[in-house]
C-alpha cells in the first residue's frame, strides 16, 4: 500500500503521520503545492506560485497523474485536495476521478478550514472564533465551507477532525490527536519537585501564528496575573521563525 499526503504543510502534521507510517513498513509520502513560511519538510514540494500560473498549474497536472500511478491512499489536510482552488470557486475536482479510480480518500480538517464562524459564535461561549479578527472570515465564507464539507463527505472513505470542537461541524468524523511532534526526538528535563531562586524564573514559551486565533492576549493577562501575585513567571513570545530554529528556542 502506497499513501501521499498532501497538499499543505499545516501543522506539521501530514510530516509526522507519514513517517510514523513509514516506521510500521507503510510507503508513505508527502507532498505540499507550496512550502510555507514554517518550513516543515516535505518529500515533494511543487512550490506553485513561485512561478507563471500556467507552469505551476502544468506542474501540478503532471504530478497529479503521477500520483494516480503511484498512490493507493490519497490522505489530504487543511481540508484541501489536490486540486482545488476556492478562490476561483473550484472545489475538490480529483474526488469523483480518485473515487471512480478506486483510491481510498482521507480527509483531515484541521481547524479553520471547518469551523463555522457564525455557529461557533451562536452555540459555544468559548471559541476561537470569538476572538478571531480575520476580515474574509465571514458568512459567505461560511457558506463555503458548509458546501465544501458536504462534498467532502460524499466522496471521502474516512474523514478525521485534529480538533475536537470540529466534530460539531464534520457530523461522521473522527478525533484524531496531533501528529507533528514525536516524543522520541525530545528529551525531558529532570522535573524539580521544588525550585530554588537561583534557577530563574520560569519561562513559559507561547508561538502563535496568529495571535487572535491562538488567545495570546489571554496568555499575556494570565502571566501578567501571576506576576502580580508574587510569582516569578517570563513569558516567551516567539513569532515567524520556522519550526526547524523552535526546538533550539526551547532548549
Not at 482521507?106 to 469551523?115: L, S, Y
Request: hydrophobic letters at 45%; proline letters at 4%; glycine letters at 6%.
Amino acid at each position: 500500500m502506497k499513501v501521499l499526503h498532501c497538499p499543505t504543510d499545516t501543522g506539521g502534521h501530514a510530516w509526522g503521520l507519514s513517517r510514523a507510517e513509514r516506521r510500521l513498513g507503510v510507503h508513505s509520502d508527502v507532498m505540499v503545492r507550496r512550502s510555507s513560511w514554517l518550513q516543515f519538510p516535505s518529500d515533494v514540494d511543487l512550490r506553485l506560485g513561485e512561478s507563471a500560473l500556467a507552469t505551476g498549474l502544468f506542474r501540478l497536472g503532471r504530478f497529479f497523474v503521477q500520483a494516480i500511478r503511484n498512490y493507493d491512499v490519497f490522505h489530504f489536510n487543511w481540508g484541501m485536495s489536490m486540486l482545488d482552488r476556492r478562490v476561483w470557486n473550484l472545489h475538490y475536482l480529483d474526488l469523483p476521478l480518485l473515487k471512480r479510480l478506486g483510491k481510498r480518500i482521507v480527509v483531515t480538517f484541521q481547524g479553520c478550514d471547518a469551523r463555522i464562524k457564525t455557529l461557533s459564535r451562536k452555540q459555544f461561549s468559548t471559541s476561537a472564533c470569538a476572538e478571531c479578527d480575520i476580515a474574509w472570515c465571514t458568512p459567505r465564507m461560511d457558506a463555503i465551507r458548509y458546501k465544501r464539507i458536504r462534498k467532502v463527505f460524499a466522496y471521502a472513505d474516512k474523514v478525521f477532525a485534529l480538533n475536537p470542537d470540529l466534530l460539531h461541524f464534520l457530523p461522521g468524523a473522527e478525533f484524531l490527536p496531533y501528529a507533528s511532534v514525536n516524543p522520541v526526538e525530545w528529551t525531558a528535563l529532570e522535573a524539580h519537585s521544588k525550585r530554588s531562586a537561583d534557577i530563574g524564573p520560569i519561562r513559559i514559551i507561547h508561538l502563535p501564528t496568529n495571535r487572535s486565533i491562538k488567545g495570546t492576549k489571554y496568555v499575556e493577562q494570565a502571566c501578567a496575573q501571576l506576576q502580580a501575585e508574587g510569582m516569578s513567571v517570563e513569558l516567551v513570545l516567539v513569532e515567524h521563525v520556522p519550526h526547524a530554529q523552535v526546538k533550539t528556542l526551547i532548549a
